[in-house]
């Protein structure tokens, strides 16, 4: 079984509408991060959590939410999606400051 | 400003032959982490290296090879005797420490795209 699993693997959703996307894994790191993915711009961070009670903005936390219920779950929540959310979105986990970040396999998020 | 710079946009080769893919970061810390990821057509994000500051040694992985120098702040991927298997976008990520403000989250370059032709 895959470390870091996401949820749903595929959304196509309508502008307005809410929608969460779900982060798990089993690697039992305490550091959490949610990019997400443009064509031709890389990975931008969303929102990061170093456990349940640190959760932190990153540079495009605009109209993003996020929850972090469990060691092992960090979700990212869209309150009304418009179009130009739409993107790859990645997970990811780390066990120390410095270590290795490992991703999820994305989730593809269309808002029409 | 981007601390990341990845100047090749896409970069196309016949097989067998040799390719660098350049990188060169930005960052006031003298503590820093350097990284490799692939991205195949299937979308998930592969790691391939992890280099920190104060590891200037280059290093060899099978076909890869990486070149680390400090003075000019870049961190270059070589791939050698290239196979379509490679064909992938492929970044370059920079992870600071007292100057970041993000959790030492990864900075991502805007990746090039490499494509191996037969």
């Known amino acids: 079984d895959a470390d870091v699993t996401q949820t749903p693997r595929n959304r196509i959703t309508k502008t307005g509408k809410r929608i969460m996307l779900e982060c798990s894994q089993t690697k039992g790191h305490d550091r959490m991060y949610w990019y997400r993915q443009d064509p031709g711009l890389g990975l931008r961070l969303i929102y990061y959590?170093?456990?349940?009670?640190?959760?932190n903005k990153g540079e495009i936390s605009d109209g993003y939410s996020v929850s972090r219920q469990a060691q092992a779950k960090f979700s990212l929540s869209l309150e009304s999606a418009i179009p130009n959310q739409t993107a790859l979105y990645f997970c990811a986990t780390r066990d120390g400051d410095w270590d290795t970040q490992y991703f999820g396999p994305g989730t593809r998020l269309t808002v029409l | 400003a981007q601390k990341v710079t990845q100047a090749q946009t896409e970069i196309s080769v016949v097989e067998k032959e040799d390719v660098t893919l350049d990188c060169v970061y930005e960052t006031r810390d003298t503590t820093y982490y350097l990284f490799w990821y692939k991205q195949p057509p299937s979308g998930e994000l592969v790691f391939l290296i992890r280099?920190?500051?104060?590891?200037?040694q280059n290093e060899i992985s099978g076909r890869y090879s990486w070149n680390f120098q400090k003075s000019t702040s870049s961190f270059n991927f070589t791939i050698t005797a290239s196979q379509v298997v490679d064909s992938a976008v492929y970044f370059c990520?920079?992870?600071?420490?007292?100057?970041?403000?993000?959790?030492?989250?990864?900075?991502f370059g805007k990746g090039t795209s490499l494509l191996v032709t037969p």
């Open positions: 990520a920079l992870s600071e420490g007292r100057h970041s403000n993000s959790g030492y989250a990864l900075n």
């Open positions: 959590s170093f456990d349940v009670k640190d959760i």
């Open positions: 280099r920190n500051s104060f590891d200037e």
